[in-house]
Protein backbone atom coordinates (compact mmCIF):
# COMPACT_ATOMS: atom_id res chain seq x y z
CA UNK A 1 0.00 0.00 0.00
CA UNK A 2 1.68 3.55 -0.89
CA UNK A 3 2.03 6.40 1.85
CA UNK A 4 -1.00 7.71 0.50
CA UNK A 5 -3.30 5.27 0.61
CA UNK A 6 -2.08 4.28 4.58
CA UNK A 7 -2.48 8.06 5.54
CA UNK A 8 -5.97 7.92 3.71
CA UNK A 9 -6.84 4.51 5.37
CA UNK A 10 -5.76 5.63 8.50
CA UNK A 11 -8.07 9.26 8.43
CA UNK A 12 -11.16 6.80 7.95
CA UNK A 13 -10.34 4.69 10.32
CA UNK A 14 -9.96 7.22 12.77
CA UNK A 15 -13.00 9.32 11.47
CA UNK A 16 -15.10 5.95 11.50
CA UNK A 17 -16.35 7.50 7.95
CA UNK A 18 -15.65 8.10 4.11
CA UNK A 19 -15.94 11.22 1.90
CA UNK A 20 -14.97 12.10 -1.07
CA UNK A 21 -15.11 12.79 -5.32
CA UNK A 22 -17.85 15.65 -4.87
CA UNK A 23 -19.63 17.06 -7.94
CA UNK A 24 -22.50 19.55 -8.50
CA UNK A 25 -26.16 18.16 -9.24
CA UNK A 26 -28.84 20.75 -9.79
CA UNK A 27 -27.19 23.13 -7.88
CA UNK A 28 -26.26 21.26 -5.16
CA UNK A 29 -23.29 20.18 -3.80
CA UNK A 30 -23.52 16.14 -4.21
CA UNK A 31 -20.68 13.61 -2.96
CA UNK A 32 -20.17 10.35 -4.10
CA UNK A 33 -19.06 7.55 -1.38
CA UNK A 34 -17.66 3.99 -1.64
CA UNK A 35 -18.22 2.06 1.63
CA UNK A 36 -16.21 -0.48 1.03
CA UNK A 37 -13.48 2.55 0.94
CA UNK A 38 -12.25 2.35 4.21
CA UNK A 39 -13.27 -0.91 5.69
CA UNK A 40 -11.72 -0.56 9.22
CA UNK A 41 -10.42 -3.52 10.57
CA UNK A 42 -12.88 -3.08 13.53
CA UNK A 43 -11.17 -5.42 16.74
CA UNK A 44 -14.38 -7.48 18.62
CA UNK A 45 -15.05 -6.57 21.81
CA UNK A 46 -16.71 -9.33 23.91
CA UNK A 47 -20.26 -8.54 25.75
CA UNK A 48 -20.03 -11.53 27.98
CA UNK A 49 -18.45 -14.06 29.09
CA UNK A 50 -21.26 -16.45 29.04
CA UNK A 51 -22.29 -19.25 26.68
CA UNK A 52 -25.65 -19.67 25.15
CA UNK A 53 -26.55 -23.32 25.12
CA UNK A 54 -27.69 -23.79 21.32
CA UNK A 55 -29.05 -26.26 19.45
CA UNK A 56 -29.13 -27.06 15.65
CA UNK A 57 -31.91 -28.41 13.15
CA UNK A 58 -31.28 -29.19 9.89
CA UNK A 59 -28.25 -30.14 7.12
CA UNK A 60 -30.48 -30.47 4.34
CA UNK A 61 -29.20 -29.62 0.26
CA UNK A 62 -27.44 -26.40 1.36
CA UNK A 63 -26.08 -27.84 4.95
CA UNK A 64 -27.17 -24.40 6.07
CA UNK A 65 -27.46 -26.09 9.77
CA UNK A 66 -23.25 -25.77 9.85
CA UNK A 67 -22.98 -22.74 7.71
CA UNK A 68 -23.51 -19.85 10.17
CA UNK A 69 -20.60 -20.62 11.93
CA UNK A 70 -22.30 -20.78 15.90
CA UNK A 71 -19.94 -23.63 16.19
CA UNK A 72 -16.95 -21.46 16.23
CA UNK A 73 -18.55 -18.49 18.32
CA UNK A 74 -16.75 -18.11 21.59
CA UNK A 75 -19.91 -17.34 23.37
CA UNK A 76 -21.69 -20.68 22.12
CA UNK A 77 -21.36 -24.18 23.09
CA UNK A 78 -23.36 -26.47 20.35
CA UNK A 79 -24.88 -28.76 22.64
CA UNK A 80 -26.85 -31.04 20.27
CA UNK A 81 -28.12 -31.55 16.67
CA UNK A 82 -30.70 -32.64 14.40
CA UNK A 83 -31.84 -33.80 11.21
CA UNK A 84 -34.51 -36.51 10.47
CA UNK A 85 -31.77 -38.30 8.09
CA UNK A 86 -29.24 -39.93 9.80
CA UNK A 87 -26.63 -39.75 7.50
CA UNK A 88 -27.32 -35.55 7.60
CA UNK A 89 -27.38 -36.14 11.28
CA UNK A 90 -24.04 -37.46 11.08
CA UNK A 91 -22.93 -34.61 9.14
CA UNK A 92 -24.39 -31.73 10.97
CA UNK A 93 -22.42 -33.52 14.19
CA UNK A 94 -19.17 -33.75 12.25
CA UNK A 95 -19.49 -30.40 10.65
CA UNK A 96 -20.14 -28.80 14.63
CA UNK A 97 -18.02 -30.55 16.27
CA UNK A 98 -20.55 -31.97 18.41
CA UNK A 99 -20.67 -35.22 20.02
CA UNK A 100 -24.76 -35.37 20.76
CA UNK A 101 -27.54 -35.64 17.78
CA UNK A 102 -31.57 -36.08 18.07
CA UNK A 103 -34.00 -37.56 15.73
CA UNK A 104 -35.95 -34.77 15.29
CA UNK A 105 -36.44 -30.93 16.52
CA UNK A 106 -39.63 -32.16 18.04
CA UNK A 107 -36.96 -34.33 20.34
CA UNK A 108 -34.25 -32.02 20.93
CA UNK A 109 -36.43 -29.01 22.14
CA UNK A 110 -36.93 -31.45 24.91
CA UNK A 111 -33.54 -30.86 25.92
CA UNK A 112 -34.40 -28.66 29.02
CA UNK A 113 -29.67 -27.77 28.65
CA UNK A 114 -31.08 -25.87 25.08
CA UNK A 115 -31.23 -22.43 25.59
CA UNK A 116 -31.37 -21.14 21.58
CA UNK A 117 -31.91 -23.23 18.60
CA UNK A 118 -31.25 -22.53 14.98
CA UNK A 119 -33.96 -24.07 13.12
CA UNK A 120 -32.63 -24.78 9.14
CA UNK A 121 -35.19 -26.57 8.36
CA UNK A 122 -36.97 -26.48 5.06
CA UNK A 123 -39.32 -23.21 4.28
CA UNK A 124 -42.77 -24.70 5.03
CA UNK A 125 -42.02 -25.68 8.39
CA UNK A 126 -40.17 -22.41 9.70
CA UNK A 127 -43.27 -21.21 11.35
CA UNK A 128 -44.21 -24.34 12.80
CA UNK A 129 -40.94 -25.15 14.59
CA UNK A 130 -40.53 -21.79 15.17
CA UNK A 131 -43.46 -21.53 17.62
CA UNK A 132 -42.61 -25.26 19.08
CA UNK A 133 -39.08 -23.88 20.14
CA UNK A 134 -40.63 -20.58 22.27
CA UNK A 135 -43.46 -23.11 23.31
CA UNK A 136 -40.70 -24.91 25.04
CA UNK A 137 -38.71 -21.44 26.15
CA UNK A 138 -35.54 -21.22 23.84
CA UNK A 139 -34.87 -18.64 21.84
CA UNK A 140 -34.65 -19.29 17.94
CA UNK A 141 -33.01 -18.05 14.18
CA UNK A 142 -34.07 -19.40 11.43
CA UNK A 143 -33.55 -19.59 8.79
CA UNK A 144 -35.74 -17.59 5.71
CA UNK A 145 -38.52 -16.90 4.75
CA UNK A 146 -40.49 -16.37 8.57
CA UNK A 147 -43.91 -17.95 7.04
CA UNK A 148 -44.32 -19.92 3.94
CA UNK A 149 -47.56 -19.04 2.30
CA UNK A 150 -49.52 -18.76 5.38
CA UNK A 151 -50.39 -15.19 6.44
CA UNK A 152 -52.14 -17.54 9.64
CA UNK A 153 -49.05 -19.05 10.43
CA UNK A 154 -47.33 -15.53 10.26
CA UNK A 155 -50.31 -14.61 12.91
CA UNK A 156 -49.83 -17.73 15.12
CA UNK A 157 -45.91 -16.73 15.60
CA UNK A 158 -46.06 -13.37 16.14
CA UNK A 159 -48.25 -14.12 19.08
CA UNK A 160 -46.06 -16.47 20.00
CA UNK A 161 -43.19 -14.39 20.48
CA UNK A 162 -44.93 -11.72 22.17
CA UNK A 163 -46.54 -14.53 24.87
CA UNK A 164 -43.31 -16.17 25.15
CA UNK A 165 -40.94 -13.02 25.43
CA UNK A 166 -38.32 -14.65 23.87
CA UNK A 167 -35.51 -13.77 21.24
CA UNK A 168 -36.93 -14.33 17.44
CA UNK A 169 -34.58 -13.49 14.92
CA UNK A 170 -34.54 -14.81 10.84
CA UNK A 171 -31.54 -14.92 9.24
CA UNK A 172 -31.96 -12.77 6.07
CA UNK A 173 -28.74 -12.82 4.56
CA UNK A 174 -29.35 -9.64 2.44
CA UNK A 175 -30.06 -7.77 5.41
CA UNK A 176 -26.01 -7.54 6.33
CA UNK A 177 -24.66 -7.67 2.83
CA UNK A 178 -22.25 -4.52 2.60
CA UNK A 179 -24.32 -2.81 0.42
CA UNK A 180 -27.69 -3.19 2.55
CA UNK A 181 -26.03 -2.61 6.11
CA UNK A 182 -24.89 0.47 4.50
CA UNK A 183 -27.74 1.43 3.37
CA UNK A 184 -29.06 1.20 6.72
CA UNK A 185 -26.48 2.91 8.54
CA UNK A 186 -27.34 6.01 5.97
CA UNK A 187 -30.86 6.43 6.16
CA UNK A 188 -30.81 5.85 9.54
CA UNK A 189 -28.40 8.90 9.64
CA UNK A 190 -30.58 11.21 7.49
CA UNK A 191 -28.55 10.49 4.01
CA UNK A 192 -31.36 9.62 2.09
CA UNK A 193 -34.42 11.09 3.15
CA UNK A 194 -37.55 9.93 2.65
CA UNK A 195 -36.93 6.87 0.22
CA UNK A 196 -38.64 8.02 -2.91
CA UNK A 197 -38.48 4.59 -5.08
CA UNK A 198 -36.82 1.34 -4.15
CA UNK A 199 -35.62 -1.69 -5.70
CA UNK A 200 -34.73 -5.48 -4.54
CA UNK A 201 -34.23 -8.51 -7.32
CA UNK A 202 -33.71 -12.00 -6.70
CA UNK A 203 -33.12 -13.33 -9.77
CA UNK A 204 -32.36 -17.38 -9.25
CA UNK A 205 -32.04 -19.19 -12.70
CA UNK A 206 -31.88 -22.77 -12.36
CA UNK A 207 -31.88 -25.26 -15.71
CA UNK A 208 -32.62 -27.81 -13.57
CA UNK A 209 -34.56 -27.91 -10.29
CA UNK A 210 -33.01 -28.11 -6.80
CA UNK A 211 -33.69 -30.50 -4.53
CA UNK A 212 -35.17 -30.21 -1.41
CA UNK A 213 -37.17 -31.67 1.83
CA UNK A 214 -40.45 -32.98 0.79
CA UNK A 215 -40.06 -31.27 -2.46
CA UNK A 216 -41.16 -27.96 -1.22
CA UNK A 217 -38.60 -25.73 -3.42
CA UNK A 218 -40.44 -27.41 -6.82
CA UNK A 219 -43.06 -24.89 -8.50
CA UNK A 220 -43.03 -22.74 -5.35
CA UNK A 221 -44.75 -19.75 -5.72
CA UNK A 222 -41.52 -16.63 -6.24
CA UNK A 223 -42.57 -14.44 -3.72
CA UNK A 224 -43.54 -16.79 -1.24
CA UNK A 225 -39.63 -16.44 -1.22
CA UNK A 226 -39.38 -12.31 -1.10
CA UNK A 227 -36.67 -11.94 1.49
CA UNK A 228 -33.83 -11.62 -0.20
CA UNK A 229 -35.33 -8.86 -2.27
CA UNK A 230 -37.60 -6.69 0.62
CA UNK A 231 -34.40 -6.51 2.86
CA UNK A 232 -33.16 -3.59 0.71
CA UNK A 233 -36.76 -1.85 1.46
CA UNK A 234 -37.77 -3.25 4.44
CA UNK A 235 -34.10 -3.46 6.11
CA UNK A 236 -32.98 -0.46 4.78
CA UNK A 237 -35.69 1.85 6.75
CA UNK A 238 -37.88 -0.45 9.17
CA UNK A 239 -40.41 1.00 7.15
CA UNK A 240 -43.61 -1.13 5.46
CA UNK A 241 -45.29 -1.95 2.50
CA UNK A 242 -49.05 -1.33 2.68
CA UNK A 243 -50.60 -2.55 -1.10
CA UNK A 244 -49.34 -4.52 -3.79
CA UNK A 245 -49.92 -5.00 -7.31
CA UNK A 246 -47.93 -7.94 -8.91
CA UNK A 247 -47.57 -9.67 -12.21
CA UNK A 248 -46.70 -12.82 -12.94
CA UNK A 249 -44.69 -14.68 -15.39
CA UNK A 250 -45.41 -18.28 -16.90
CA UNK A 251 -41.51 -19.52 -17.59
CA UNK A 252 -41.30 -22.39 -19.94
CA UNK A 253 -40.16 -25.03 -16.77
CA UNK A 254 -42.21 -28.71 -16.38
CA UNK A 255 -42.23 -28.04 -12.70
CA UNK A 256 -44.78 -24.86 -13.58
CA UNK A 257 -46.99 -26.85 -16.02
CA UNK A 258 -51.02 -27.32 -14.84
CA UNK A 259 -51.23 -29.55 -11.89
CA UNK A 260 -47.03 -30.14 -11.71
CA UNK A 261 -46.32 -28.97 -8.21
CA UNK A 262 -48.32 -29.00 -5.18
CA UNK A 263 -48.94 -25.17 -4.86
CA UNK A 264 -50.88 -25.06 -8.16
CA UNK A 265 -48.81 -22.56 -9.00
CA UNK A 266 -47.97 -21.32 -12.27
CA UNK A 267 -45.75 -18.25 -11.78
CA UNK A 268 -41.89 -19.11 -12.74
CA UNK A 269 -41.49 -14.97 -12.42
CA UNK A 270 -43.12 -12.48 -9.95
CA UNK A 271 -42.67 -8.72 -10.01
CA UNK A 272 -44.80 -6.77 -7.72
CA UNK A 273 -44.84 -2.92 -7.09
CA UNK A 274 -45.29 -2.22 -3.40
CA UNK A 275 -46.63 1.41 -2.19
CA UNK A 276 -44.75 1.92 1.45
CA UNK A 277 -45.65 3.58 4.04
CA UNK A 278 -43.64 6.74 3.88
CA UNK A 279 -45.53 7.80 0.29
CA UNK A 280 -42.94 5.82 -2.01
CA UNK A 281 -43.35 2.78 -4.10
CA UNK A 282 -40.60 -0.09 -4.13
CA UNK A 283 -40.32 -2.90 -7.18
CA UNK A 284 -39.49 -6.15 -5.58
CA UNK A 285 -38.93 -9.22 -7.85
CA UNK A 286 -38.41 -12.73 -7.45
CA UNK A 287 -37.34 -14.28 -10.98
CA UNK A 288 -35.97 -18.05 -11.82
CA UNK A 289 -36.75 -17.93 -15.89
CA UNK A 290 -34.11 -15.00 -16.74
CA UNK A 291 -31.97 -17.10 -18.33
CA UNK A 292 -28.23 -17.38 -16.58
CA UNK A 293 -29.20 -15.01 -13.80
CA UNK A 294 -28.05 -15.77 -10.40
CA UNK A 295 -27.75 -12.55 -8.26
CA UNK A 296 -29.37 -11.11 -5.56
CA UNK A 297 -29.13 -6.78 -5.46
CA UNK A 298 -31.13 -3.68 -4.88
CA UNK A 299 -31.04 0.04 -4.72
CA UNK A 300 -32.58 3.29 -2.74
CA UNK A 301 -33.30 6.53 -4.51
CA UNK A 302 -33.95 8.79 -1.67
CA UNK A 303 -34.92 12.65 -1.51
CA UNK A 304 -31.30 13.15 -0.16
CA UNK A 305 -29.49 10.49 -2.09
CA UNK A 306 -29.25 7.44 -3.69
CA UNK A 307 -27.44 4.04 -3.60
CA UNK A 308 -27.04 0.87 -5.61
CA UNK A 309 -23.77 -1.38 -4.65
CA UNK A 310 -21.30 0.26 -1.80
CA UNK A 311 -21.22 3.97 -3.52
CA UNK A 312 -23.45 6.88 -1.96
CA UNK A 313 -24.66 9.86 -4.01
CA UNK A 314 -25.93 12.34 -2.40
CA UNK A 315 -25.74 16.11 -0.21
CA UNK A 316 -25.51 14.40 3.14
CA UNK A 317 -21.72 15.89 4.45
CA UNK A 318 -21.42 13.79 7.21
CA UNK A 319 -22.20 9.91 6.72
CA UNK A 320 -21.91 7.20 9.49
CA UNK A 321 -19.63 4.45 10.39
CA UNK A 322 -21.12 1.82 6.96
CA UNK A 323 -18.93 -0.75 7.73
CA UNK A 324 -20.06 -3.91 9.46
CA UNK A 325 -19.51 -4.98 13.08
CA UNK A 326 -16.29 -7.20 13.63
CA UNK A 327 -16.69 -10.85 14.27
CA UNK A 328 -15.13 -12.46 17.05
CA UNK A 329 -11.89 -14.14 16.10
CA UNK A 330 -12.45 -17.84 14.55
CA UNK A 331 -15.87 -16.82 13.19
CA UNK A 332 -16.14 -17.39 9.39
CA UNK A 333 -17.70 -14.21 7.65
CA UNK A 334 -19.36 -17.08 5.69
CA UNK A 335 -21.55 -16.89 2.35
CA UNK A 336 -24.15 -14.87 1.13
CA UNK A 337 -22.18 -11.36 0.98
CA UNK A 338 -20.54 -12.44 4.25
CA UNK A 339 -23.31 -12.01 6.02
CA UNK A 340 -23.21 -15.34 7.72
CA UNK A 341 -20.95 -14.49 10.85
CA UNK A 342 -23.21 -11.86 10.85
CA UNK A 343 -26.52 -13.03 11.53
CA UNK A 344 -25.42 -15.66 14.45
CA UNK A 345 -23.20 -12.96 15.89
CA UNK A 346 -25.99 -10.82 16.19
CA UNK A 347 -28.61 -13.00 17.47
CA UNK A 348 -25.96 -14.06 19.75
CA UNK A 349 -25.24 -11.21 20.89
CA UNK A 350 -28.67 -10.17 21.28
CA UNK A 351 -29.47 -12.65 23.68
CA UNK A 352 -26.38 -11.94 25.70
CA UNK A 353 -27.68 -8.42 25.76
CA UNK A 354 -31.25 -9.05 25.94
CA UNK A 355 -32.25 -6.51 23.31
CA UNK A 356 -34.38 -7.13 20.28
CA UNK A 357 -32.55 -8.75 17.26
CA UNK A 358 -32.11 -6.62 14.39
CA UNK A 359 -33.95 -9.01 12.04
CA UNK A 360 -36.90 -9.88 14.29
CA UNK A 361 -40.47 -10.98 14.00
CA UNK A 362 -41.94 -7.44 13.28
CA UNK A 363 -38.94 -7.10 10.35
CA UNK A 364 -39.16 -10.43 9.67
CA UNK A 365 -42.63 -10.32 8.80
CA UNK A 366 -42.65 -7.18 7.57
CA UNK A 367 -40.45 -8.64 4.86
CA UNK A 368 -42.41 -12.20 4.55
CA UNK A 369 -45.82 -11.08 4.29
CA UNK A 370 -45.41 -8.77 1.51
CA UNK A 371 -44.58 -11.50 -0.98
CA UNK A 372 -47.60 -13.56 0.10
CA UNK A 373 -50.05 -11.03 -0.83
CA UNK A 374 -47.92 -10.48 -3.96
CA UNK A 375 -48.49 -14.14 -5.29
CA UNK A 376 -52.30 -13.69 -4.31
CA UNK A 377 -52.17 -10.21 -6.81
CA UNK A 378 -50.27 -12.03 -9.45
CA UNK A 379 -53.06 -14.86 -9.21
CA UNK A 380 -55.85 -11.98 -9.77
CA UNK A 381 -54.11 -10.46 -12.86
CA UNK A 382 -52.47 -7.79 -10.64
CA UNK A 383 -55.47 -6.89 -8.46
CA UNK A 384 -54.11 -4.02 -5.79
CA UNK A 385 -54.23 -5.73 -2.30
CA UNK A 386 -54.06 -4.29 0.87
CA UNK A 387 -51.03 -5.90 3.18
CA UNK A 388 -51.69 -7.02 6.77
CA UNK A 389 -49.33 -5.47 9.38
CA UNK A 390 -47.65 -7.09 11.91
CA UNK A 391 -46.03 -4.44 14.23
CA UNK A 392 -45.42 -4.23 18.23
CA UNK A 393 -48.12 -3.09 20.53
CA UNK A 394 -47.95 0.12 21.50
CA UNK A 395 -46.72 1.12 24.74
N1 LIG B 1 -29.60 -16.97 1.41
C1 LIG B 1 -30.36 -17.66 2.25
O1 LIG B 1 -30.78 -17.08 3.23
C2 LIG B 1 -30.69 -19.11 2.01
C3 LIG B 1 -29.99 -19.87 1.06
C4 LIG B 1 -30.28 -21.23 0.97
C5 LIG B 1 -31.24 -21.81 1.79
N2 LIG B 1 -31.92 -21.04 2.67
C6 LIG B 1 -32.94 -21.63 3.55
O2 LIG B 1 -32.33 -22.61 4.37
C7 LIG B 1 -33.26 -23.64 4.67
C8 LIG B 1 -32.61 -24.98 4.42
O3 LIG B 1 -32.39 -25.14 3.03
P1 LIG B 1 -32.08 -26.56 2.42
O4 LIG B 1 -31.93 -26.41 0.97
O5 LIG B 1 -30.97 -27.21 3.16
O6 LIG B 1 -33.45 -27.34 2.72
P2 LIG B 1 -33.81 -28.85 2.49
O7 LIG B 1 -35.26 -28.92 2.21
O8 LIG B 1 -32.86 -29.50 1.55
O9 LIG B 1 -33.49 -29.51 3.93
C9 LIG B 1 -34.27 -29.32 5.05
C10 LIG B 1 -33.77 -30.30 6.13
O10 LIG B 1 -34.55 -30.11 7.30
C11 LIG B 1 -34.71 -31.38 7.90
N3 LIG B 1 -35.91 -31.39 8.76
C12 LIG B 1 -37.19 -31.12 8.41
N4 LIG B 1 -38.00 -31.27 9.45
C13 LIG B 1 -37.24 -31.64 10.50
C14 LIG B 1 -37.51 -31.97 11.85
N5 LIG B 1 -38.76 -31.93 12.34
N6 LIG B 1 -36.49 -32.33 12.66
C15 LIG B 1 -35.20 -32.38 12.17
N7 LIG B 1 -34.89 -32.08 10.88
C16 LIG B 1 -35.90 -31.71 10.06
C17 LIG B 1 -34.86 -32.33 6.75
O11 LIG B 1 -34.55 -33.66 7.14
C18 LIG B 1 -33.89 -31.76 5.72
O12 LIG B 1 -32.63 -32.40 5.77
C19 LIG B 1 -34.47 -23.40 3.79
O13 LIG B 1 -35.51 -22.93 4.55
C20 LIG B 1 -34.03 -22.34 2.81
O14 LIG B 1 -35.12 -21.47 2.56
C21 LIG B 1 -31.65 -19.71 2.80
Known sequence: MSDNAMVRRDFLQTMGKVSFGTLMAGGLSMQTVNAREG???????????????????????????????????????????SDLFPDRRQGLMKACRCDKSYESLEVLIKDKSIEAVFVATDAPSHARHCIEVLKH??????????????????????????RTG??????????????????RQIYHAGGFGRIVYSEGEYYHYLAKPIGSYKNWRLGSPPLWYPTHSTAYYIGVTGKRFTCVSCVGFRGDFDAYKSGANQYNNPFTDEVALYQTSEGGSSRMLMCKSAHGMI??????????????????????KQLPDMTRPALPPGVP?????????????????????DRLPMVNVYEALAMTVPGIVAHQSALKDGETLKIPQFDPPRA
Open 39 to 81: QAQKAWTPVSDRKIRVGIVGYGVCRFGAAFGFQDHPNVEVVAV
Open 137 to 162: GKHVMTAVPAAYGSIEDAEKLVETVQ
Open 166 to 183: LKYMMAETSCFRDDCYAM
Open 295 to 316: IETGRVYGERGWMEGTTYHGVA
Open 333 to 353: AGGHGGSHGQLSNEFITSILQ
